[in-house]
């Protein structure tokens, strides 16, 4: 796996922020806002862009929401909080984006929309503009064709929630340029996150990792095991931060059982779909996790 997958641990690398004034992200959804507000918060400028005003007031307010809880907990005064929400910009318009050093598409998981929106944002960045997808599971490669300067895209994948998750992958495509990668390897660090370069394949690394114990949690509740007590296990005693019926409904049922798939597809005799999947259970009576308020457990 590794010898396929991995291609290096970042280690020495010398961090250049100022080279990033203005990033750029699309889409103001649990992704696109978590990364803007990450951004902000280590001083870097960002401008968070949307289809809707909706969505943009939502992203906008996941951010002053994880602010004002950090201001509570005396990390950061009221000022401090006020300066770093003015670091983003909510736009609906693409000529926002024409100052931007590094580009994040975060929409929705659908490689038409992706592709469509890629190429609508080259005609607006400036040439030496970076565009990178946070895509989970869709070929870096294939998205790379919907653009002209395919050598400076990539891959930019980070984990929910975005403020926590210290990983970020980093994919190329068989067209990135050693620029492109260096200049997303500093954006990651300049974000306070660890970056792994990784080429393109199904489920990238985590979830070549991730789906085999997935399905190995699937497969003890076939057997009749109690998901409370495998995740109290899992957190409790093995000390995992989560354990994995609390982690699917945080990542959401919907794009856990569209990863799945992606990966019973990249490698069918290794990780098959299972005849009884309660991940695709859950996925068809909607119960998504927490943006439903149900999955595994209810939420309120
Ligand atoms: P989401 O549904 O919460 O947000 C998507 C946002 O994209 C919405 O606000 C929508 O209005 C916006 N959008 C749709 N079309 C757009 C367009 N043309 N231009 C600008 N904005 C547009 O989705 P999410 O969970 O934030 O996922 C976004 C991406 O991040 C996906 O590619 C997903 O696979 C990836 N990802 C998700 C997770 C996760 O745990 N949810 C983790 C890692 C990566």
Known sequence: LADQCIKSKVKKLVVTPQEINNAAVLGAGIMGGGI????????????LKDINQEALDLGMSHACNLLEKQVARGKITAAQMGKIICKINPSLDYASLNNADIIVEAVVENPNVKSQVLAEVEK??????????????ISIDLLAESL???D?????????????????????SKYSSEDTINKVVQYSLAMGKSPIIVNDCPGFFVNRVLFPYLAAFNQLLVDGADFI?????????????????????????????????????????RMPLAETNIIHELFEQNNLGQKTNSGFYLYS
Not at 124 to 137: G, K, L, Q, R
């Open 36 to 47: 803007a507000y990450q951004s902000a918060c280590k001083n870097i400028a960002i401008t």
């Open 229 to 269: 007590q495998i995740d109290k296990v899992m957190e409790q005693e093995f000390g995992w931060p989560m354990g994995p019926a609390y982690l699917l409904d945080v990542v959401g049922l919907d794009t856990a059982y569209h990863a799945q798939r992606v990966m019973a597809s990249g490698y069918p005799h």
């Open 148 to 150: 002209d300067r395919k």
């Open 152 to 172: 400076k895209f990539c891959g930019m994948h980070f984990f929910n929630p975005v403020h926590r998750m210290p990983l970020v992958e980093i994919i190329r």
């Open 124 to 137: 607006h960045v400036n040439s030496n503009c970076v565009i990178t997808t946070n895509t989970s599971t």
